[in-house]
């Protein structure tokens, strides 16, 4: 009967940043109003320079440079991301001062024109500006209260005198499409910053997972050494009444100690590697230290590598699995043990001709296979497979990493939790 263990490992903790979606968003805009706010400004030349004859000096020496400088501020503050709201609301602001003052800047009312003038080509782009740089309930005060300014400046005779429709009707079209700017604007940053809450939740919960995972990775490790290790040690040393099997029980004491101060030393999320002829040493040298012996082959493993949790997964993983072969399978039979670097991971069998055993069956409290082997291999991200029946041996087979095909993930099955010793 052959069942096997599949579990994919955990994704890999990443560097968390801080969301952008909505910085990305308010960057966009304002470079976007900056730059139309620089075509319709050159739009405006034209009609500026036949109206400036009327227009008193200091008016339009103050004021005009006054918007071409805090409309370049805006493309600067757009582009280097830095006080951008600020230069985005100084325009708005001088632009609303310089509306307010071109009845008393006029010379002749009498030549004020009575079509637009060019500080009309600039209301969208001052109220667009304010929806930039103020919050929601401002910059829709903004662009209602600037409109109604610019249509009571052009009833005045400075203004042109023009009629209350006239003024009305341009009046309420930059209200209308102001208040478009405003809402596209509005609706825009509240779908951002909703993906900013999205995201701070998901990475939350991400970290949480990671953390979750790196606990009950150590908790296997941890389940794992004391079984190994400890556990092993003190049966041994109970059923230690001859001088051999002393000597054996103080080797496997100190064996112990030596595990406990490795996996101290280890740390889980290590970046450091091994080469898979190291592991196969490490292992040969193990199955030599064994009281009955192992056939060991290792195949020719190049310049493989792996991290080195994994290395001490399949490492312990195997010496569980030889001793388990020792305490189970029986006298005078055939137990071997195989070493190969798999493409760029690593694969071990360990096998006896011994009884065997229907993993099934096994109390879940034995902790042997369960921990020591299934899942110490599964939490570093490999596959332990095992393969036994009762009268056909054992082969217990490490493999890293799992294969990513669909069968690797239709033959799993619950022996991690149901297999032991």
Sequence with gaps: ??????????????????????????????R????????????????????????????????????VLTLAGAVVASIVRRWVRVMHVAFAIVYTVALISWPFAVLDVDRAPETSFFLYFLLTIATAMATIGLDARW??????VLPIIYAIVRITPAGGGVSLAQ??????????????ITIIMIVLRRAARAVDTAQQMALRRYGHAVRQHAIEAERVQVDAIVHDSVLTTLLSAARAYTPEAKE????????????????????????????????????ADAASTMSQPFKVTVAEAGRAVVP???????????????VNSLQHAGDGVKRWVTVEAEGDGIRIE??????????????????????SILERVTSAGGV??????????????????VAASPAAASDASPIAGEAAS
């Design 1 to 30: 009967m052959s069942t096997a263990a599949r579990v994919g490992s955990a994704p890999p903790p990443r560097s968390v940043t801080n969301p952008l979606s909505l910085t990305r968003l308010d960057t966009a805009l304002a």
């Design 32 to 67: 976007t109003g900056a730059g139309f706010g620089v075509a319709f400004l050159v739009q405006s030349i034209p009609v500026a320079m036949a109206q400036l004859g009327n227009l008193n000096v200091w008016w339009s020496g103050v004021l005009m440079s006054a918007l």
């Design 139 to 144: 910059a829709t005060l903004f662009v209602i």
């Design 167 to 180: 003024a009305v009707l341009d009046s309420v079209y930059s209200v209308i499409l102001g208040g478009v």
């Design 248 to 283: 054996l029980a103080a080797t496997m004491a100190s064996n112990a100690i030596g595990h406990l101060r490795d996996a101290a030393a280890v740390a889980p999320d290590s970046d450091a590697e091994v080469r898979v002829a190291v592991v196969a040493t490490r292992v």
């Design 308 to 322: 080195i949790t994994v290395a001490e997964a399949v490492y312990s993983a195997a010496v569980q699995a030889m």
């Design 350 to 371: 360990i096998g006896d001709t011994g009884r065997g055993f229907d993993p099934r069956v096994v109390p879940t409290e034995r902790l042997g296979v369960r921990v």
């Design 384 to 401: 332990a497979e095992l393969d036994s029946a009762p009268g056909e041996g054992t082969r217990v087979r490490l493999r890293w990493p």
